[in-house]
């Protein structure tokens, strides 16, 4: 896995549904993007309706909005795309399949979006723990902890004793 790959991955739990979301991440993010689109790309940070290609076959996949955010204002730090399509597992497959037979542009394994926001220094080990935390929650306790941890609060507790052990040794 390299870290100049383009990744994506369906963010939304996979099967039938009203929406999908895709987020792909990478330096190609917006060739991705106009390959998908047939060139007619969004300014970043704007929600746009547009249609889905086939980039080998130039089948319609979809009607889609997409939203480029650019870095390094995104969850990765990286170029990132972010498309909410139908969620029906036929289109699901599709863009899947679409995505795949681009160049340079893989699946990416669990995790792999949260681990090149902490390598982008996004948040420290502990807020990134708490993103999966938070995913798994299931009750409210474990909702407001989750939380708690991801707003930074074990971090900014180990800093302080990290500060005060320097200062003592000193």
Do not use: N
């Not at 972010?82 to 399949?97: F, N, T, Y």
């Amino acid at each position: 896995m390299a870290e100049s790959d383009t990744i994506f991955a369906l963010a939304t739990p996979p099967g039938r549904s009203a929406l999908a979301v895709f987020r792909i991440s990478g330096p190609s993010s917006r060739s991705v993007l106009d390959q998908l689109t047939h060139g007619k790309a969004s300014p970043p940070r704007v929600a746009s309706l547009r249609s889905l290609y086939d980039p080998v076959s130039d089948a319609k996949l979809d009607d889609a909005v997409v939203t480029l955010f650019a870095a390094p204002s995104s969850y990765t730090g990286e170029d990132l795309l972010e498309i909410s399509c139908h969620g029906g597992r036929g289109v699901i497959s599709a863009v899947s399949a679409a995505l795949s037979k681009m160049s340079g542009v893989r699946p990416a394994p669990p995790g792999e979006f949260t681990r090149r926001a902490y390598l982008a220094g996004k948040f420290d080990l502990s807020q990134a723990e708490a993103i999966a935390d938070l995913i798994d929650s299931e009750t409210e306790f474990q909702r407001r902890q989750a939380l708690r941890l991801l707003d930074g609060g074990l971090g900014r507790l180990a800093e302080g004793w990290r500060t005060r052990l320097l200062e003592i040794s000193a």
